[in-house]
T-cell receptor, first 110, second 117 residues
């Protein structure tokens, strides 16, 4: 079992819809959780991080964390074609090292 | 804030030569920097963890004598690909851990695209 697993995708949604990206992790000692966006040919950029159970909202993005289920998700509301990218989930342990998932490719169709 | 630069952004070199890539955290001090490699349409692969003032920790399967890492200061880490070969052609990305968030988030540089002829 991989330490961090993401839906392999690709995920396709129409413009204006909600895109839901999911991530599960195996280490119960994980402390903080990150979502990165990577456009094709570019390096990842940090979108959000979350460390407490529940929801965290930032504009059109909402991160959800459930430590009991070892599950973290990213919701993108009112999806735009510019949101088309690969989304990487990363999980940090106390030691501070990040483990990345393989990413989910999202396509938002106009 | 939390800006990381990389230089060069792309490089083409002949087989057998060495290439040095610099990674700088511009507005914060990074005690830890990471070096990743990414082949087309594949996920990020962590190569090594670089801590200021100490030897880098390499991931399994990464040749430390081929990929030399130096973390001379809290804002600069370098990766030198020695005796590069065509199979080393890839997208090399560094990240710096730190910033004001305090949750060990990583901030990525823009990457260096290496092509070895």
């Amino acid at each position: 079992q991989k330490e961090v697993e993401q839906n392999s995708g690709p995920l396709s949604v129409p413009e204006g819809a909600i895109a839901s990206l999911n991530c599960t992790y195996s280490d119960r000692g994980s402390q903080s959780f990150f979502w990165y966006r990577q456009y094709s040919g570019k390096s990842p950029e940090l979108i959000m991080f979350i460390y407490s159970n529940g929801d965290k909202e930032d504009g059109r993005f909402t991160a959800q964390l459930n430590k009991a289920s070892q599950y973290v998700s990213l919701l993108i509301r009112d999806s735009q074609p510019s949101d088309s990218a690969t989304y990487l989930c990363a999980v940090n342990t106390n030691a501070g090292k990040s483990t990345f998932g393989d990413g989910t490719t999202l396509t938002v169709k106009p | 804030g939390a800006v990381v630069s990389q230089h060069p952004s792309w490089v083409i070199c002949k087989s057998g030569t060495s290439v040095k890539i610099e990674c700088r955290s511009l507005d914060f001090q990074a005690t830890t920097m990471f070096w990743y490699r990414q082949f087309p349409k594949q996920s990020l692969m962590l190569m090594a963890t670089s801590n200021e003032g100490s030897k880098a920790t390499y991931e399994q399967g990464v040749e430390k004598d081929k990929f030399l890492i130096n973390h001379a200061s809290l804002t600069l880490s370098t990766l030198t690909v020695t005796s590069a070969h065509p199979e080393d052609s890839s997208f090399y990305i560094c990240s710096a851990q730190g910033g004001q968030g305090g949750y060990n988030e990583q901030f990525f540089g823009p990457g260096t695209r290496l092509t070895v002829l």
